[in-house]
């Protein structure tokens, strides 16, 4: 990759220059006090941006995956009953570590590019004794948005707590944990919270939390458990220093930055950010003629595309935008990964990296033999982003 490589895969993704500064600063402490400032204000700002100022917040060193096993570590007992609402890779990775924390796993499944109806995973969940429901946010492997909100409205109705993998959503979709009752979002630092790998977030509720402290067996991971960590979130955050395990300063650091400039930019405007940009990818998606695996739009992510590849177009259109100076991510899930390719657009995304992304990909498809009126594809994205302004 050379450094002008546009990076427009679903994460990592393109991060600021000054969040980028931030991992060269000189590393603290991690129990001086300027360090302590820094984490605790990272952890009041993690609140604000996942919209639960009722919220306990964690941030540990790890990726999403670590995120998702502290939410199940923490809340799953052996033999419990987790319904997995299953919408591709990511919530098979959830089933798994559900599995592995001694959880009996019911899943509502469904054909790629779909999500499970609201009310069939409702009638599931009532009377069925399940301790929580998990669902994916944002699936990456399909482009899949669920509707999270009325799946965590139900799961609150029927007395199962929600889990909410937010990996490829939180900062870029629109999610109000408290507003809704999510009782865990979780997520990871390198897509639209904006800055590199090696962040594990969560926001938990104060009902999660409880059902944390009724357990009656202990927490079966060391490195996961919330007796653990939660000593040391609330010491950072009243401005103690504390140890358990060494925390990733720089990138705590890094953390801070980025969140208060998501904050700067505010919530909604944010949202809405996403959704523009999300729109002029498809008008230039629809303009090629490309279909996009989401079955609706109304299930499409709005932090990435998963695009089919047209008729006599392969795999290999990945590397032919590669030479155009942008990165896309081939396919991911397991029954169609050779047949789309997906396009990630989180955090800094704007205007121009849209129009450099379509134009490559317009490159890339003619390159590879498919017929297209050129530039169609980039007109119709601009229009889209100036119908948008
Ligand atoms: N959940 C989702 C929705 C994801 O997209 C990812 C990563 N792509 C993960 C979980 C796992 O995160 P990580 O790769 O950081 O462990």
């Not at 052996?78 to 009996?104: C, K, P, W």
């Not at 890339?364 to 302004?389: D, I, N």
């Amino acid at each position: 990759m050379s450094e002008r490589d546009l990076l427009m895969i679903p994460g990592p993704v393109e991060f600021d220059p000054e969040v980028l500064r931030a991992l060269s600063m000189k590393t603290a402490s991690h129990v001086a006090p300027e360090f302590i400032t820094v984490f605790g204000r990272a952890l009041k700002r993690l609140r604000e941006v996942c919209l639960a100022p009722s919220a306990q917040p964690f941030v540990v060193a790890g990726s999403g995956t670590l995120a998702m096993e502290l939410a199940v570590a923490n809340l799953v007992e052996q033999g419990e009953r987790a319904l997995v609402v299953n919408t591709g890779y990511f919530s098979d990775r959830m089933a798994t570590i559900l599995e592995r924390h001694g959880a009996e796993v019911v899943q509502a499944k469904c054909a790629p590019g779909e999500a499970p109806d609201v009310a069939e995973v409702e009638r599931l969940l009532a009377g069925s004794r399940f301790k929580l429901m998990t669902v994916t946010h944002v699936d990456t492997s399909t482009g899949v948005l669920a509707p999270v909100e009325a799946l965590v409205r139900a799961a609150g109705r029927q007395g199962v707590l929600s889990v909410v993998d937010g990996v490829c959503a939180t900062a870029g979709e629109a999610f109000h944990q408290d507003a809704w009752g999510a009782d865990v979002y979780l997520t990871a630092s390198q897509k639209a919270i904006g800055v590199p790998p090696g962040l594990a977030l969560l926001t938990v509720s104060p009902r999660a939390m409880a059902a944390w402290r009724a357990r009656k067996t202990p927490v079966r991971s060391f490195y996961a458990d919330f007796a653990e960590w939660l000593p040391i979130m609330e010491a950072y955050e009243g401005g103690k220093p504390a140890y358990f395990a060494t925390p990733p300063v720089n990138l705590v650091y890094a953390l801070d930055v980025s969140l208060g400039q998501i904050l700067r930019e505010g919530m909604e405007a944010r949202f809405v950010r996403h959704r523009r940009m999300a729109h002029a990818f498809r008008a230039a998606w629809r303009a090629m003629g490309l279909k996009m695996l989401p079955v609706s739009e109304s299930l499409a992510a709005h932090t990435l595309s998963a695009v089919y590849y047209p008729e006599g177009v392969d795999a290999g259109m990945v590397g032919r935008a590669r030479e155009q100076g942008v990165v896309l991510a081939g396919g991911l899930h397991p029954q169609l990964k050779t047949r789309y390719f997906r396009v990630g657009h989180m955090n800094v995304v704007g205007p121009s990296d849209v129009l450099a992304t379509v134009g490559a990909v317009e490159r890339a498809l003619a390159a590879a033999g498919h017929r297209a009126e050129p530039g169609s594809a980039v007109a119709a994205a601009q229009v889209e982003l100036l119908a948008a302004r």
